[in-house]
C-alpha cells in the first residue's frame, strides 16, 4: 500500500485508507482477510460484513512522550507515532478551539522539523470515550478523521488517564465514532467504509 496525501506528498500510512483498501479488495476478490505492506511495515485487516465494517492492524507506538512544552504554544503536548507523527493536546473544551490555526502553528514547529507532525485536540467524555479534532499534514487543514490520529490519540488516552477497558471508542468531526482495540501486541481500528464512486484511469 502506497498512500499520497492531497499535497502529493507521500505518509507511510493511512488507517482510514488502509480500511477502504481491504473493503475495496473484498468487493473485487471476496476475500475477507488481506495481509499487506506499508511504508511503516507489515498490516493485517479484516472486513467483518458485508455492510462494511473493516478492522486494520497497527504496531503498538513507540516513543511517545507526555506533557512536554515547545517554545511559543500556550499547551502542554503529548506525541506518539503511530504509523505517522501525531501530536495531541487533551482540552476539557474542543469547540473554542481554532485547529486550523494552532494546528498550522504546531505541525510547522520548529521542534518537529523536518519531517512536521499532524495535530489532534482531544477531550475525554467518558470511561472509554474521547471526542477528537484534527489539522492533518498533507492536508494543511482540519479534516472529519483521520485514522493514525484516532489510534495515537487512543492509546495516549489509554495511558494518560489509566484506562483499563480494551476497547476505546473516538467520536470524530465526521460524526462518526470509530472504535480501537488493545491487544497485547497489536492495536486495530474498526470501522465502516462506504463505496462512494468507482471510476477508471
Do not use: Q, W
Not at 505492506?37 to 504496531?59: C, M, P, Q, T, W
Not at 487533551?90 to 519531517?115: A, M, Q, S, W
Not at 482540519?142 to 483499563?164: D, R, S
Request: aromatic share 14%; with cysteine; net charge positive.
Amino acid at each position: 500500500m502506497i498512500y499520497y496525501n492531497s499535497d502529493g506528498s507521500r505518509a507511510k500510512f493511512c488507517g482510514n485508507g488502509a480500511r477502504c483498501l481491504l473493503f475495496y479488495n473484498f468487493l473485487k476478490n471476496g476475500k475477507k482477510y488481506l495481509k499487506f505492506i506499508a511504508d511503516d511495515g507489515e498490516h493485517e485487516g479484516y472486513v467483518l460484513n458485508k455492510k462494511g465494517l473493516v478492522r486494520v492492524s497497527f504496531k503498538i507506538p513507540e516513543n511517545y512522550k507526555f506533557d512536554f512544552k515547545i517554545k511559543n504554544i500556550n499547551y502542554k503536548l503529548c506525541f506518539a507515532n503511530s504509523g505517522v507523527p501525531h501530536t495531541v493536546i487533551f482540552l476539557k473544551n474542543l469547540e473554542k478551539i481554532d485547529v486550523k490555526n494552532l494546528g498550522r502553528k504546531i505541525r510547522f514547529h520548529p521542534y518537529f522539523k523536518k519531517e512536521g507532525t499532524n495535530v489532534n485536540f482531544v477531550s475525554k467524555k467518558g470511561e472509554n470515550l474521547i471526542e477528537i479534532r484534527t489539522y492533518e499534514r498533507g492536508v494543511e487543514d482540519e479534516v472529519f478523521a483521520c485514522g493514525t490520529g484516532i489510534v495515537a490519540t487512543a492509546f495516549l488516552a489509554k495511558e494518560k488517564y489509566k484506562i483499563n477497558e480494551k476497547e476505546i471508542y473516538v467520536k470524530t468531526k465526521g460524526g462518526e465514532i470509530l472504535k480501537v482495540i488493545f491487544e497485547k501486541y497489536k492495536i486495530f481500528l474498526e470501522g465502516y467504509v462506504k463505496k462512494v464512486f468507482e471510476g477508471k484511469v
